[in-house]
């Protein structure tokens, strides 16, 4: 059911789905729970206990599988050395058809929704929330409790330190809205309507509730997770 390499260590509770693929001295460390049909490369670490100064650390193997826990969901492709922490006040969590390229690093306390992509040596620090189909360029790195929202682009390298609204094109460091990521809503077949008015929006200073976005066809539910969560973290 599930193909798991001999050097590899599953430590404590941890829950397998079926069809998952698991390679060379990948470490897991419960409570982990994971679905179906996931690739985890050589050397991935999942389940570490989150970094934090005050966090009383095990001081024997016996005792490693603390923490609030990770829960991965179906499909997704964790690549070689990729770091993920166990929570540390609620659940570290990855969606379906997560794309986690080699050495990026998830902390404590992160949730990553459906079909992001994390390209290699992204960075995220705790409490970090990535939206569905949101895409991380190379090494850039997000600060923590930070929000990056639904379809938005971030350039390679970049420093994410604010929330970033849905389908926007960001890079900089600090990062920063230059326009909307039209490719991106291209290639989820938006309307022509929702590309304009969203590229005609972040074409000047916006506004942050996105009032001229509502109700756009394509857009809106992303509209609604940007309000609801931008609303607890800004």
């Known amino acids: 059911m599930n193909s798991i390499h001999?050097?590899?260590?599953?430590?404590?509770?941890?829950?397998?789905?079926?069809?998952?693929?698991?390679?060379?001295?990948?470490?897991?460390?419960?409570?982990v729970t994971i679905g179906d049909g996931n690739w985890i490369g050589t050397g991935a670490v999942i389940g570490a206990p989150p970094e934090v100064r005050s966090w009383q650390h095990p001081m024997d193997s016996a005792s490693l599988d603390t923490g609030k826990g990770i829960v991965i969901g179906d499909r997704?492709?964790?690549?070689?050395?990729?770091?993920?922490?166990?929570?540390?006040?609620?659940?570290?969590?990855?969606?379906?058809?997560?794309?986690?390229?080699?050495?990026?690093?998830?902390?404590h306390d992160c949730t990553i929704e459906d079909r992001a992509t994390l390209a290699s040596s992204v960075l995220l620090a705790g409490h970090?929330?990535?939206?569905?189909?949101?895409?991380?360029?190379?090494?850039?790195?997000?600060?923590?409790?930070?929000?990056?929202?639904?379809?938005?682009?971030?350039?390679?390298?970049?420093?994410?330190?604010?929330n970033i609204p849905p389908f926007a094109k960001a890079y900089g460091n600090p990062a920063r809205v230059v326009g909307a990521n039209t490719i991106g809503m291209q290639r989820a077949h938006f309307p022509e309507e929702t590309i304009a008015a969203t590229a005609a929006e972040y074409g000047s200073a916006f506004d942050t509730d996105l009032k001229t976005l509502s109700g756009l066809p394509g857009i809106a539910g992303a509209i609604g997770s940007w309000r609801s969560h931008h609303a607890t973290t800004e």
């Not at 001999?6 to 409570?31: D, F, H, K, R, Y």
Request: glycine share 16%; with cysteine; aromatic share 6%.
């Open 128 to 162: 970090v929330r990535i939206g569905e189909g949101a895409n991380l360029g190379l090494g850039s790195s997000v600060h923590q409790r930070c929000y990056v929202a639904d379809g938005a682009m971030i350039g390679m390298g970049s420093v994410v330190t604010r």
């Open 76 to 107: 997704n492709v964790i690549r070689e050395y990729v770091q993920i922490h166990q929570g540390w006040h609620e659940k570290t969590s990855l969606g379906n058809d997560v794309f986690l390229m080699n050495q990026s690093y998830v902390a």
């Open 6 to 31: 001999s050097t590899a260590q599953l430590i404590g509770e941890v829950a397998l789905g079926s069809g998952n693929m698991i390679g060379p001295l990948v470490v897991i460390i419960g409570p």
